[in-house]
């Protein structure tokens, strides 16, 4: 019987089995589901606003431990991105470069998750934060942020009920905000072919939050040419090893091959 928020950070665990991430839980006469990796609570007997408070103290309680959060968040990153791959099995243990090290049909998998921001995306995801934390009203989101002396910065939409933030936009800037994004992925590229730790595969996970980029086919077909070309600069040998960069953008997921510059659409 799990009895306090203590006992759920307890659980937590940075190595074990994909397989047994997810285990049941009973508290408070709920019955709810935790991933031990990530220590996020879903619902099985349970409310959404039942799963919405035990994350949320969980959550609090974390922020005693800035690494342990650290760490429990790029945890929620990598099972976003195991999930989206469909990769239910394999021991996963937490590493240092790259971040996460997966084993499984007797193939190493080295993961680095990241997470890349440009313009005033931070400031929404932060606030974002904040208003699920303070619990705040609907009728009062519109005063905070201005409070947060964020009206230059974020956008707010009250549509039916229905709250959307998002950046601000300044449409001289995008080809700025492009340029940012794509260094901000080659760096990582480097860092990979350089400094991490080799393993049979090697991907880069990035969640690209800022505003939609690579709207259309002809754009991620440019980029995929530049990253072949910017694999030849490195003078990188990546024949005795697959090197991939997954990127997220919205509810887009594209797999770029880095060896041969070859991608498809997720």
Known sequence: MV????????????YGNIEDAIIKIHI????LSLNIFSLKVTPIEATKED???????IAQELK?????????????????????MKVRSG?????????????????????????????YDWMVEKIAAEIKEYRLEKEDIEGYIEYRKAGDKVEFYNENGAITLSPKLFPLMNEEYQVKIKNKLYEKIRKQ?????????NIIYADITSPEYFDDITDIDAFSKEVVYYMHHLDANTNFADYRLVIKIN????????NDGTYKLI
Do not use: M, Q
């Open 3 to 14: 009895n306090s928020i203590e006992d759920i950070i307890e659980l937590h665990k940075n």
């Open 28 to 31: 408070d006469e709920k019955i």
């Open 51 to 57: 799963v919405e408070i035990w994350n949320d103290r």
């Open 64 to 84: 005693k431990d800035k690494e342990l959060e650290k760490e429990v968040r790029e945890f929620a990153t990598v099972f976003e991105f195991l999930n989206k």
């Open 91 to 119: 021991v996963i243990r937490k590493n240092e470069c790259p971040d996460f090290v997966i084993t499984r049909n007797e193939t190493s998998i080295g993961i680095e998750v990241t997470k890349i921001y440009v313009g």
């Open 193 to 201: 072919i350089d400094e991490y730790e080799k393993f049979d595969v």
């Open 251 to 258: 509810s887009k997921w594209i797999e770029l091959n880095l």
